[in-house]
Nanobody
Framework: QVQLVESGGGLVQAGGSLRLSCTAS????????VAWFRQAPGKEREFVAV????????YYTASVKGRFTFSRDNARNTVYLQMNSLKPEDTASYYC????????????????WGQGTQVTVSS
């Protein structure tokens, strides 16, 4: 059974940092495209960042560009989202998702999802 497990969420003050991890079991990330999405209360789930399994290229939504860094460690079958200079508007549940194809930004393109990890940024 394929599972993605996120960790690293928590409560942090504005300006602080967190590093989220997403580890796959029952599946090797290998050449998978892996993305982070987030969902704030009362809002739709939105794209945050994506990393190509082939090239390692990363893309970010405009609101996090320059503050978040997406990386992967294929040996550990884990991806990381380093989040710096956090803002209250970053508060959300963060989900990692994987797909076997190339980079896509829409939610429906991803067929494997984690359960989410909560990030709360206080002002």
């Amino acid at each position: 059974q394929v599972q993605l497990v996120e960790s690293g969420g928590g409560l942090v003050q504005a300006g602080g940092s967190l590093r989220l991890s997403c580890t796959a079991s029952g599946r090797t990330f290998g050449s998978d495209t892996v993305a982070w999405f987030r969902q704030a209360p009362g809002k739709e789930r939105e794209f945050v960042a994506v990393i190509s399994g082939i090239t390692g290229d990363t893309y970010y939504t405009a609101s996090v560009k320059g503050r978040f860094t997406f990386s992967r460690d294929n040996a550990r079958n884990t991806v990381y989202l380093q989040m710096n200079s956090l803002k209250p508007e970053d508060t959300a549940s963060y989900y990692c998702a994987a797909r076997g194809g190339g980079i896509m930004y829409r939610i429906t393109a991803y067929d494997v999802w984690g359960q989410g990890t909560q990030v709360t940024v206080s002002s």
